[in-house]
């Protein structure tokens, strides 16, 4: 079975920064494309990156671009979200979602349960 | 990066059907097959129901369908069941980027 588990989120002030990381299993990693999406507390899904299964290719929300990095390390089955510049617009539980595809976002079929993050003072 | 267009709530009586629409543009669900429905119950984490407009993935009733025209996809919930009340999210691919529609209740009366 397929399966997902994010950690690192938490508390974290305002312009602040956080490490999310994704461990994968039952699946081949290096052959798919993943993805970010959050949800802020009682709003709906927000992609927010997706890197292609080989690394190379890197995609961003406006909303977090130049702020946040994806990354992942092939060997470890983990994916990461490096997060900077935090705000409280950024407060959102962030999902961890295996793509069908092997290189642009198209269609997140596998997901984590997530991990929240909150911006505040 | 525009949020794909969804109804606030649909709401239908067990065994009858509902349709939710989700209505993009030509950058989006009109110009790729790439639309895929995902239904999240209060909690837990969203759950693909249909991708590539049409296909269900292994384990997901015959009862959840998709279609799309132009720019706007459906997805048709039929004999509706009490378990089916949830929300339900459409996406698309959009080039370089995925959007959401902004999601849509379903209340099971």
């Known amino acids: 079975e397929v399966q997902l588990l994010e950690s690192g989120g938490g508390l974290v002030q305002p312009g602040g920064s956080l490490r999310l990381s994704c461990v994968v299993s039952e699946f081949t990693f290096s052959s798919h494309a993943m993805n970010w999406v959050r949800q802020a507390p009682g709003k709906g899904l927000e992609w927010v990156s997706t890197?292609?299964?080989?690394?190379?290719?890197?995609y961003y929300a406006d909303s977090v671009r130049g702020r946040f990095t994806i990354s992942r390390d092939n060997s470890k089955n983990t994916l990461y979200l490096q997060m900077s510049s935090l705000t409280v617009e950024d407060t959102a539980v962030y999902y961890c979602a295996k793509d069908r595809a092997l290189v642009v976002p198209a269609t997140p079929d596998y997901w984590g349960q997530g991990t929240l993050v909150t911006v505040s003072s | 990066q525009s949020a794909l267009t969804q109804p606030r709530s649909v709401s239908g009586s067990p065994g009858q059907s509902v349709t939710i629409s989700c209505t993009g543009t030509?950058?989006?669900?009109?110009?790729?097959?790439?639309v895929s429905w995902l239904q999240q119950h209060p909690g837990k984490a969203p759950k693909l129901l249909i991708y590539?407009?049409?296909r269900r993935p292994s384990g997901v009733p015959d009862r959840f369908s998709g279609s799309k025209s132009g720019n706007t996809a459906s997805l048709t919930i039929s004999g509706l069941q009490a378990e089916d009340e949830a929300d339900y999210y459409c996406?698309?691919?959009?080039?370089?980027?995925?959007?959401f529609g902004g999601g849509t209740k379903l209340t099971v009366l």
């Open positions: 890197l292609s299964a080989s690394g190379a290719g890197t």
């Open positions: 996406s698309s691919h959009a080039g370089t980027s995925m959007v």
């Open positions: 590539e407009v049409t």
């Open positions: 030509s950058r989006d669900v009109g110009g790729y097959i790439y």
